[in-house]
């Protein structure tokens, strides 16, 4: 018995990787880095007489504007919005991943395209639905007094808790896949074994299961930390005049305020802060993966 | 012959390969040497394109259909238009119409007969088979994004006046031509010379409106005439402002007895604290006034005048009224765009807007109210006799026009409308 030495793949195969990349690459480039490389380019500009843009003056002007203090609340205001949203998808989104992961059976792809089934609905016609059920004479108010709960209607609507409560639902579905994912792999014969060896319920999760699905936990943060971070639409639409977030900022700067260098500025610095986030999150993702 | 076992029979990769041994490369090195090269030669052309594109002044948007190939900068499509515009009448006695005609308007704001009623008198007048085509928009700054610097491809918009002279500082509107349309004597008297565009010169007043207050007058069994009943904490929760700065700043101001386009910071100043006050009894921000005041969360809220209608068929007992303190008005305009490839067919369009008949017809369909004089005798008495379309005369003199404060002075405002999204 002969062993070959594996050889390297020929020129063949290479070209052939090589062009199956390229579709890949070049939408990366054209909808990625080239607009990115756009925006950089518009946030060293400046706004010139009757709102047009002046590129031929570089400057990082628009990014000592864009440290202005007067941001921070609102920045503040993603931030909050944005960990809520991902500890409360974590912790709801970690026990269906689980149930179906270790409960479902045969049923598991069904369940798991229920819980994907919201999002074939457009994601502003059920940010709206959640407007009519938390309204002051919406679903859930008309239930309570119709229950004898409430004799008035209870705010719900406009304030933190239907932003959040918004959000979380928006998001839940991209932290249940990557937990179902990250728990599914596991290796159903290591619970019993940790009870075995004389561990609780409670050790063996925290100590056994916790740990080895730790880069599907990472992974759905990164997940819903993200676009939760940059989320316009629902706080717009679910929050109160206090629920301004820094993405509505942006916004106004882009629209109402004209002033495109300030708003890509402002919005390169959000970005620069949300990937800082990201890398520090990856370290332990990335020790994890390499330990296992 | 050259045959090597680590398969690098070309040349080039044999070089290649040296040069990374000579180095000390890793693979992942070069990988990442190539991708900093590559992403260099990929965004230079980019960044040239950029800055060479400003420096020439040629329109920085995207190019928009219909006007990609043989498109010349705006000045020289301006200066063609209005060549055409201004030559043509001295050449021939009648100007004849192009054969084709592309609005940009607001969905529903202009009567389902408009268009028809003019394909019929540019036919009957000038036997000319117009062609003409609409798209629309929602809002407007989708509809400034597109319109750019030049047009966007189309001959007439309906822009707001306050953002006129803007328009005409960026070059994206020409003057009007004036011998084509006469009808532009049907105006009232206090639209034939507003404050944004003096004489008319590139705009025509199209329809206008009042902002006001609505409130629901089955939740609050009152007769309010003041602007501070949006303050009233009796109200707490239930008060709704429009999400515009300068809509919600320009009823703050006029109500602290202050010009709506004040341009002294200790007077914004002023109006922020007043809106500081205000901001822990507010419930929502929304420049959709139909669904903030129909949800039952908002009682009494910043609404536009010609808004109420659709309110009311929800809200049965809506009420309108302008501030006594004074209120705001605004008008949506037409202008011929300065890369309009139609400018004879687009005046005339202007003009026959501005008949009597026709402007009656349209008012009577979109429920606006329009500046003509001349139509008022055709408009349906409901929409006259509406004080929230049509109020009193002595009370619309009052109102004032929010102008284009220029950028310096929208930032102060802007500086401070952030703070109040806290």
Same mark, same amino acid.
């Given at each position: 018995?002969?062993?070959?030495?594996?050889?390297?793949?020929?020129?063949?195969?290479?070209?052939?990787?090589?062009?199956?990349?390229?579709?890949?690459?070049?939408? !990366?480039?054209?909808?990625? +880095?080239?607009? %990115?490389?756009?925006? &950089?380019? /518009?946030? @060293? =500009?400046?706004?010139?007489?009757?709102?047009?843009?002046?590129?031929?003056?570089?400057?990082?002007?628009?990014?000592?504007?864009?440290?202005?203090?007067?941001?921070?609340?609102?920045?503040?205001?993603?931030?909050?919005?944005?960990?809520?949203?991902?500890?409360?998808?974590?912790?709801?989104?970690?026990?269906?991943?689980?149930?179906?992961?270790?409960?479902?059976?045969?049923?598991?792809?069904?369940?798991?395209?229920?819980?994907?089934?919201?999002?074939?609905?457009?994601?502003?016609?059920?940010?709206?639905?959640?407007?009519?059920?938390?309204?002051?004479?919406?679903?859930?108010?008309?239930?309570?007094?119709?229950?004898? !709960?409430?004799?008035?209607? +209870?705010?719900? %609507?406009?304030?933190? &808790?239907? /932003?959040? @409560? =918004?959000?979380?639902?928006?998001?839940?579905?991209?932290?249940?896949?990557?937990?179902?994912?990250?728990?599914?792999?596991?290796?159903?014969?290591?619970?019993?074994?940790?009870?075995?060896?004389?561990?609780?319920?409670?050790?063996?999760?925290?100590?056994?299961?916790?740990?080895?699905?730790?880069?599907?936990?990472?992974?759905?943060?990164?997940?819903?930390?993200?676009?939760?971070?940059?989320?316009?639409?629902?706080?717009?639409?679910?929050?109160?005049?206090?629920?301004?977030?820094?993405?509505?900022?942006?916004?106004?700067?882009?629209?109402?305020?004209?002033?495109?260098?300030?708003?890509?500025?402002?919005?390169?610095?959000?970005?620069?802060?949300?990937?800082?986030?990201?890398?520090?999150?990856?370290?332990?993702?990335?020790?994890?993966?390499?330990?296992? | 012959?050259?045959?090597?076992?680590?398969?690098?029979?070309?040349?080039?990769?044999?070089?290649?390969?040296?040069?990374?041994?000579?180095?000390?490369?890793?693979?992942?090195?070069?990988?990442?040497?190539?991708?900093?090269?590559?992403?260099?030669?990929?965004?230079?052309?980019?960044?040239?394109?950029?800055?060479?594109?400003?420096?020439?002044?040629?329109?920085?948007?995207?190019?928009?259909?219909?006007?990609?190939?043989?498109?010349?900068?705006?000045?020289?499509?301006?200066?063609?238009?209005?060549?055409?515009?201004?030559?043509?009448?001295?050449?021939?006695?009648?100007?004849?119409?192009?054969?084709?005609?592309?609005?940009?308007?607001?969905?529903?704001?202009?009567?389902?007969?408009?268009?028809?009623?003019?394909?019929?008198?540019?036919?009957?007048?000038?036997?000319?088979?117009?062609?003409?085509?609409?798209?629309?928009?929602?809002?407007?700054?989708?509809?400034?994004?597109?319109?750019?610097?030049?047009?966007?491809?189309?001959?007439?918009?309906?822009?707001?006046?306050?953002?006129?002279?803007?328009?005409?500082?960026?070059?994206?509107?020409?003057?009007?031509?004036?011998?084509?349309?006469?009808?532009?004597?049907?105006?009232?008297?206090?639209?034939?010379?507003?404050?944004?565009?003096?004489?008319?010169?590139?705009?025509?007043?199209?329809?206008?409106?009042?902002?006001?207050?609505?409130?629901?007058?089955?939740?609050?069994?009152?007769?309010?005439?003041?602007?501070?009943?949006?303050?009233?904490?009796?109200?707490?929760?239930?008060?709704?402002?429009?999400?515009?700065?300068?809509?919600?700043?320009?009823?703050?101001?006029?109500?602290?007895?202050?010009?709506?386009?004040?341009?002294?910071?200790?007077?914004?100043?002023?109006?922020?604290?007043?809106?500081?006050?205000?901001?822990?009894?507010?419930?929502?921000?929304?420049?959709?006034?139909?669904?903030?005041?129909?949800?039952?969360?908002?009682?009494?809220?910043?609404?536009?005048?010609?808004?109420?209608?659709?309110?009311?068929?929800?809200?049965?007992?809506?009420?309108?009224?302008?501030?006594?303190?004074?209120?705001?008005?605004?008008?949506?305009?037409?202008?011929?765009?300065?890369?309009?490839?139609?400018?004879?067919?687009?005046?005339?369009?202007?003009?026959?807007?501005?008949?009597?008949?026709?402007?009656?017809?349209?008012?009577?369909?979109?429920?606006?109210?329009?500046?003509?004089?001349?139509?008022?005798?055709?408009?349906?008495?409901?929409?006259?006799?509406?004080?929230?379309?049509?109020?009193?005369?002595?009370?619309?003199?009052?109102?004032?026009?929010?102008?284009?404060?220029?950028?310096?002075?929208?930032?102060?405002?802007?500086?401070?409308?952030?703070?109040?999204?806290?």
């Amino acid at each position: 018995m002969t062993v070959r030495p594996t050889q390297p793949p020929s020129i063949v195969r290479r070209t052939l990787s090589g062009i199956a990349l390229l579709p890949g690459i070049v939408w !990366l480039a054209m909808f990625f +880095i080239v607009p %990115l490389a756009m925006m &950089f380019v /518009v946030s @060293l =500009g400046s706004r010139g007489p009757a709102d047009s843009l002046i590129l031929d003056r570089p400057s990082l002007d628009n990014y000592a504007r864009a440290l202005d203090p007067v941001f921070l609340p609102t920045f503040w205001n993603s931030i909050r919005y944005s960990v809520a949203t991902t500890l409360l998808c974590l912790v709801i989104g970690y026990p269906i991943a689980y149930w179906i992961s270790r409960h479902g059976g045969r049923n598991k792809t069904l369940l798991l395209i229920i819980v994907m089934l919201p999002f074939w609905t457009s994601y502003l016609i059920r940010t709206y639905a959640w407007m009519t059920i938390l309204s002051d004479y919406g679903v859930v108010n008309s239930i309570l007094e119709a229950l004898g !709960l409430t004799s008035e209607p +209870i705010i719900l %609507l406009n304030t933190d &808790f239907s /932003v959040i @409560l =918004g959000m979380t639902y928006g998001f839940l579905p991209f932290a249940i896949l990557p937990l179902y994912v990250s728990i599914d792999r596991l290796d159903p014969a290591l619970v019993p074994a940790a009870r075995d060896l004389y561990a609780s319920g409670r050790a063996a999760f925290l100590h056994v299961t916790l740990p080895l699905t730790m880069p599907g936990i990472i992974a759905a943060s990164i997940l819903t930390f993200i676009p939760a971070l940059g989320d316009f639409v629902t706080p717009d639409l679910l929050g109160g005049p206090e629920s301004t977030t820094i993405a509505k900022i942006i916004q106004e700067l882009f629209l109402q305020g004209r002033d495109w260098p300030y708003g890509a500025a402002l919005g390169f610095l959000v970005m620069v802060v949300t990937l800082g986030g990201t890398l520090l999150a990856l370290g332990p993702l990335r020790r994890e993966v390499a330990g296992t | 012959m050259n045959e090597r076992h680590d398969g690098s029979s070309i040349d080039l990769e044999k070089q290649l390969v040296r040069y990374m041994i000579q180095r000390r490369l890793t693979r992942r090195d070069m990988l990442e040497l190539i991708g900093k090269v590559g992403a260099a030669a990929a965004l230079a052309p980019v960044i040239a394109a950029c800055t060479s594109a400003a420096g020439s002044a040629a329109p920085t948007n995207a190019p928009t259909a219909g006007q990609t190939a043989g498109q010349s900068p705006a000045a020289a499509a301006s200066a063609s238009a209005s060549a055409a515009a201004s030559g043509a009448p001295a050449a021939t006695p009648v100007p004849q119409p192009e054969s084709e005609l592309r609005i940009y308007n607001w969905t529903e704001y202009l009567s389902e007969d408009a268009i028809p009623s003019f394909k019929e008198m540019i036919n009957a007048t000038y036997g000319v088979d117009i062609n003409v085509k609409t798209d629309y928009f929602g809002n407007l700054d989708e509809a400034y994004a597109k319109i750019g610097n030049d047009g966007g491809g189309f001959d007439v918009t309906f822009p707001t006046g306050v953002d006129v002279p803007a328009l005409l500082a960026k070059g994206a509107i020409v003057e009007l031509n004036k011998s084509l349309i006469p009808n532009i004597g049907n105006l009232g008297a206090e639209w034939s010379d507003p404050g944004y565009d003096p004489g008319n010169a590139h705009s025509v007043p199209y329809m206008w409106w009042t902002t006001g207050i609505a409130y629901d007058r089955d939740r609050i069994d009152e007769n309010l005439t003041s602007s501070t009943s949006l303050w009233d904490p009796r109200f707490a929760k239930h008060i709704g402002m429009l999400d515009d700065w300068q809509e919600v700043f320009g009823m703050t101001l006029i109500q602290l007895g202050i010009n709506a386009n004040t341009t002294d910071t200790a007077e914004i100043d002023q109006a922020y604290n007043r809106l500081a006050e205000q901001r822990p009894l507010v419930r929502v921000w929304d420049t959709n006034t139909r669904r903030m005041m129909t949800s039952g969360d908002v009682w009494i809220g910043q609404i536009w005048g010609a808004d109420l209608y659709r309110i009311q068929k929800r809200v049965k007992k809506a009420r309108y009224y302008i501030p006594e303190e004074g209120g705001v008005k605004g008008s949506d305009t037409m202008v011929v765009l300065s890369g309009s490839e139609h400018p004879v067919a687009a005046n005339l369009f202007i003009n026959h807007m501005l008949d009597a008949h026709v402007a009656a017809e349209n008012t009577n369909y979109i429920y606006y109210m329009g500046p003509n004089a001349a139509a008022k005798e055709f408009i349906l008495p409901e929409i006259l006799e509406d004080p929230t379309l049509n109020p009193d005369q002595e009370l619309v003199a009052r109102l004032q026009e929010l102008l284009d404060l220029g950028p310096a002075v929208r930032d102060e405002y802007l500086k401070r409308w952030h703070q109040l999204g806290r």
